[in-house]
């Protein structure tokens, strides 16, 4: 059988990039609601417009194919295709992602499809959203429109975006709605809900006996263990439980990691919600691959005092917070004097590609991983042309890049990469000048698209590695 070629592309998601909020009979969703006036959108920005991608998605694949790559990885707005997030479907909504997916093939460019990207419809989410076990049902049957329009052509699908870190914002920081603040019963639960519906759609995908993969995207979250620390087991055992293995070992293993439930037992977490049946469900829903979000890993020692606590950073250089955690009892973040951090208080680490790769083959061996986001965030000022000149950006990737093929060499699974983002995006609450993409928008003049330093940089990249890939290397 022929080597699958390494897979090169960027990634966008549905509300950072559309627009059109209330075009072509698109539902509502939470993300329109919150940032219509809510007092926690701190920076005031809505995705009513973005990059306006619903109407100037050719524009940007072309860029994508022109630039050498050959996937892009975007995802479906669930309120697009079923307004009411359940019942009826908007023809509409499947027209642009036919027209979406279509085009890309016609490029050249292979679609990997998210079918979940923080965007609950607002009509589930006023039903209480994925604190309610109907949501399991409800997003099955949404992804079953979405696999029996698009199945035929999409042959990489993701289930759902970050499962810890929306359950970590929505409801342990707060920031992103419906705004819950250190709730750690509904933090448990909604992953909990999430991994079961995950599971529930890739058992769905494989007896519908579709040709292609199906896995879930988790924002990698390594636990390193600072030096000193009393007690590192401790530290790492309940580190990882809380930001990795409920979604690792669920998704890739098909059950739940043993320690979960006495864990949440002892500290008197919400559990009632696990139910024995629930087990055949994730046996029946192993992924086909895991997709991993590399940015930062999680940095820990000892707790040492202090009420329980987050830090968090929507502000950038209007804020010295630096992106942490504490939790009473159990655990807090360690701070690394030499590590670099963006301007949002987040580590830059590039190690941390090649650590988590390793760990994934040690503990899930060789299951197959998708970087499916790695990228940096920075302000940016272009000059009078428009062009920026993102040195930073490269050299952040170029290393994040150099230790993913490290690992791969050494025997991990990695079958691609994708940069976060295409071009500059909504970036949640941080709004706009938090930029992330290969292509400058310029967002006071109709969105006019323009090149990066970085993009050259990104197409000059794939050659490289596609030469050494058909020689053979
Ligand atoms: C990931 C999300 C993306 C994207 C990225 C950058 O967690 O999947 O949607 O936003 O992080 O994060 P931010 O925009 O908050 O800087």
């Given at each position: 059988?022929?080597?699958?070629?390494?897979?090169?592309?960027?990634?966008?998601?549905?509300?950072?990039?559309?627009?059109?909020?209330?075009?072509?009979?698109k539902?509502l969703?939470?993300?329109?609601?919150?940032?219509?006036?809510?007092?926690?959108?701190?920076?005031?920005?809505?995705?009513?417009?973005?990059?306006?991608?619903?109407?100037?998605?050719?524009?940007?694949?072309?860029?994508?194919?022109?630039?050498?790559?050959?996937?892009?990885?975007?995802?479906?707005a669930?309120?697009?295709?079923?307004?009411?997030?359940?019942?009826?479907?908007?023809?509409?909504?499947?027209?642009?992602?036919?027209?979406?997916?279509?085009?890309?093939?016609?490029?050249?460019?292979?679609?990997?499809?998210?079918?979940?990207?923080?965007?609950?419809?607002?009509?589930?989410?006023?039903?209480?959203?994925?604190?309610?076990?109907?949501?399991?049902?409800?997003?099955?049957?949404?992804?079953?429109?979405?696999?029996?329009?698009?199945?035929?052509?999409?042959?990489?699908?993701?289930?759902?975006?970050?499962?810890?870190?929306?359950?970590?914002?929505?409801?342990?920081?707060?920031?992103?709605?419906?705004?819950?603040?250190l709730?750690?019963?509904?933090?448990?639960?909604?992953?909990?809900?999430?991994?079961?519906?995950?599971?529930?759609?890739?058992?769905?995908y494989?007896?519908?006996?579709?040709?292609?993969?199906?896995?879930?995207v988790?924002?990698?979250?390594?636990?390193?263990?600072?030096?000193?620390?009393?007690?590192?087991?401790?530290?790492?055992?309940?580190?990882?439980?809380?930001?990795?293995?409920?979604?690792?070992?669920t998704?890739?293993?098909g059950?739940?990691p043993?320690?979960?439930?006495?864990?949440?037992?002892?500290?008197?977490?919400?559990?009632?919600?696990?139910?024995?049946?629930?087990?055949?469900?994730?046996?029946?829903?192993?992924?086909?691959?895991?997709?991993?979000?590399?940015?930062?890993?999680?940095?820990?020692?000892?707790?040492?005092?202090?009420?329980?606590?987050?830090?968090?950073?929507?502000?950038?250089?209007?804020?010295?917070?630096?992106?942490?955690?504490?939790?009473?009892?159990?655990?807090?973040?360690?701070?690394?004097?030499?590590?670099?951090?963006?301007?949002?208080?987040?580590?830059?680490?590039?190690?941390?590609m090649?650590?988590?790769?390793?760990?994934?083959?040690?503990?899930?061996?060789?299951?197959?991983?998708?970087?499916?986001?790695?990228?940096?965030?920075?302000?940016?000022?272009?000059?009078?042309?428009g062009?920026?000149?993102?040195?930073?950006?490269?050299e952040?990737?170029?290393?994040?890049?150099?230790?993913?093929?490290k690992?791969?060499?050494?025997?991990?699974?990695?079958?691609?990469?994708?940069?976060?983002?295409?071009?500059?995006?909504?970036?949640?609450?941080?709004?706009?000048?938090k930029?992330?993409?290969?292509?400058?928008?310029?967002?006071?003049?109709?969105?006019?698209?323009?090149?990066?330093?970085?993009?050259?940089?990104?197409?000059?990249?794939?050659?490289e590695?596609?030469?050494?890939?058909?020689?053979?290397?």
């Amino acid at each position: 059988m022929a080597k699958q070629k390494f897979l090169w592309g960027s990634a966008t998601a549905a509300y950072q990039c559309e627009g059109a909020w209330d075009e072509d009979g698109k539902g509502l969703g939470e993300w329109d609601v919150f940032s219509h006036g809510n007092p926690l959108n701190l920076n005031g920005a809505t995705g009513d417009v973005s990059c306006d991608f619903y109407h100037r998605y050719k524009e940007d694949i072309d860029l994508m194919a022109a630039g050498g790559q050959n996937t892009y990885r975007f995802s479906i707005a669930w309120a697009r295709i079923l307004p009411n997030g359940r019942g009826e479907v908007n023809p509409k909504g499947i027209e642009f992602y036919n027209n979406v997916i279509n085009y890309c093939l016609e490029k050249g460019i292979e679609p990997n499809v998210t079918l979940f990207h923080y965007d609950l419809p607002n009509a589930i989410a006023e039903e209480g959203g994925w604190e309610k076990r109907s949501i399991v049902d409800d997003f099955e049957a949404y992804a079953k429109v979405c696999f029996e329009a698009f199945g035929d052509r999409v042959k990489l699908w993701s289930t759902i975006n970050e499962p810890k870190y929306y359950a970590y914002c929505t409801n342990m920081v707060g920031n992103y709605p419906p705004n819950h603040k250190l709730d750690f019963d509904r933090y448990f639960k909604q992953m909990y809900y999430e991994v079961l519906a995950s599971a529930k759609v890739v058992a769905l995908y494989h007896a519908m006996g579709l040709k292609g993969q199906i896995g879930i995207v988790h924002d990698s979250s390594n636990v390193e263990i600072a030096p000193g620390t009393k007690e590192p087991e401790k530290v790492r055992l309940l580190g990882d439980l809380f930001y990795n293995r409920l979604i690792l070992d669920t998704s890739i293993k098909g059950e739940l990691p043993g320690e979960l439930i006495p864990l949440l037992r002892e500290n008197g977490i919400e559990n009632d919600y696990i139910k024995l049946d629930d087990a055949l469900t994730f046996a029946k829903g192993k992924v086909d691959f895991i997709g991993m979000n590399v940015y930062n890993r999680m940095y820990l020692t000892d707790w040492s005092q202090g009420e329980t606590e987050v830090f968090h950073n929507n502000r950038g250089a209007g804020s010295k917070a630096k992106e942490g955690m504490r939790i009473k009892g159990w655990y807090e973040t360690a701070i690394a004097p030499d590590t670099k951090r963006n301007l949002w208080g987040r580590e830059i680490y590039p190690k941390c590609m090649y650590n988590t790769l390793m760990e994934i083959r040690e503990r899930y061996g060789d299951i197959p991983v998708y970087i499916t986001e790695n990228g940096h965030g920075c302000y940016e000022t272009p000059d009078e042309n428009g062009y920026v000149q993102d040195d930073d950006r490269i050299e952040m990737m170029q290393g994040y890049i150099d230790y993913m093929l490290k690992a791969k060499k050494e025997g991990c699974n990695v079958l691609g990469y994708y940069a976060w983002s295409t071009m500059d995006l909504y970036s949640w609450v941080n709004g706009y000048e938090k930029r992330y993409g290969f292509v400058r928008v310029d967002f006071d003049h109709d969105n006019k698209r323009t090149t990066k330093k970085s993009y050259y940089w990104f197409k000059n990249l794939i050659e490289e590695y596609q030469k050494t890939e058909e020689a053979g290397e």
